[in-house]
């Protein structure tokens, strides 16, 4: 058990390296509430960071919680301040382009997780997170990351799918039925019965 508070003590006092590293061993020994509120005693853009970097750990539990953990420390910022929340999403659009030099990995899910935290973010990227499935918008052509919108559209879609089905996003994820990647497929399927239900109504 790592001590209560113990993050809280690196403010203005330890390298992002030293505060990384602790971050990431938050998300390994604790439960998600428990990381949150450690998290909560640093100011949002000195977490976000060690998130983002969180992403790309060999753990899928640790990469879980870390993106669960962005969407909701995103949101904390965006009631402070929107403008400084809209350059973290500009940043993770950045981290999808082709220029960027990297693969985002996380990256889909971690916007529809700041999304779905929080309705003014969604208003603004919800369109942007639909464009990565879109031949005709800015499609991802590296399925794994295209697999990740999956997620982050059923995420999305969970919390607000007017947005989305005013996007007509069902019609972009149809040909996902038939992708070659099974995961790919069910969350497709998976996103298209959470929207199809709120249609039918």
């Known amino acids: 058990m790592i001590k209560r508070g113990y993050v809280a003590k690196d403010r203005g006092k330890k390298s992002p390296r030293i505060l990384r590293r602790r971050v990431h061993e938050l998300l390994r020994s604790e439960d998600l509430k428990q990381v949150l509120r450690e998290l909560r005693k640093i100011s949002p853009r000195k977490a976000i960071n060690p998130l983002i970097s969180a992403f790309y750990d060999s753990d899928p539990g640790l990469r879980s919680k870390a993106i669960s953990a962005f969407g909701q420390i995103v949101a904390d910022l965006a009631n402070k301040d929107m403008e400084a929340a809209r350059i973290v999403m500009r940043r993770l659009m950045w981290m999808l382009n082709d220029e960027s030099g990297g693969i985002g990995w996380g990256v889909p899910e971690a916007m529809a997780e700041a999304m779905a935290c929080h309705p ?3 208003e603004e990227y919800a369109h942007i ?3 990565y499935i879109r031949e005709d918008g800015n499609l991802l052509e590296y399925g794994p990351l295209r697999k990740g919108v999956l997620w982050g559209i059923c995420r999305l879609a969970q919390v607000h799918p007017d947005l989305l089905i005013e996007l007509d996003t069902a019609r972009y994820i149809r040909p996902y039925l038939e ?7 069910e969350l497709s399927a998976r996103a298209l019965k959470i929207l199809g239900d709120r249609i039918s109504h």
């Open 120 to 122: 003014g973010i969604a």
């Open 179 to 185: 992708d070659d990647d099974p995961s790919s497929r």
């Open 129 to 131: 997170l639909v464009s």
